[in-house]
């Protein structure tokens, strides 16, 4: 539905001797892998015929990725190595709601609408989590610890568990 994207502020001394890769400048934050989940959808009959097709009636039938409809036969793949911490910056460009989900893993809520929670170590259910969930407009930083006992080069599915 047009241009979007992402923009990461770094903290000041980012990637410096004292805090490391840490996404809010303590240790608390600190990651070893860091990636990008930008969610949108598309609807080919309205990108046919945009003038003549309401978007009230919009009905997207592409779902995608880091800008690319999910294709078993040639998946978007996130190398991580076991034990990795890993922070996702999941951001919802579409107008309908995501749920993403990493197989088998769970996620520790960090920020949501690029502002860091005051307390996400608490023992709130709604900071420990399987699904992220996603409204239009919104972004949410989380990570996930690889499961230790990992093979090296196995992958975990990112997938909307809404099944779109």
């Given at each position: 539905m047009g241009l979007a994207g992402l923009l990461i502020v770094r903290p000041t001394g980012f990637g410096g001797s004292v805090n490391g890769s840490s996404a809010y400048g303590t240790i608390l934050s600190q990651f070893a892998?860091?990636?990008t989940l930008s969610m949108t959808e598309l609807s080919t009959e309205f990108g046919d015929n945009p003038f003549t097709n309401d978007?009230?009636?919009?009905n997207p039938n592409l779902?995608?990725?880091n800008g690319k409809p999910f294709d078993p036969a040639v998946p978007s793949l996130?190398?991580?190595a076991p034990n990795d911490r890993v922070l996702l910056h999941q951001a919802n460009l579409g107008l309908r709601?995501?749920?993403m989900t990493i197989a088998g893993h769970r996620q520790s809520l960090l920020a949501q609408d690029s502002h860091q929670l005051t307390n996400p170590l608490a023992s709130d259910f709604n900071t420990d989590v399987t699904t992220s969930?996603?409204?239009?407009?919104?972004v949410t930083d989380?990570?996930?610890t690889v499961d230790p006992k990992a093979r090296s080069g196995f992958t975990y599915p990112v997938y909307d568990a809404a099944l779109h």
């Open positions: 892998d860091e990636y978007l009230h009636e919009f779902f995608l990725v996130l190398p991580v709601d995501h749920s969930w996603l409204t239009p407009g919104q989380s990570f996930v």
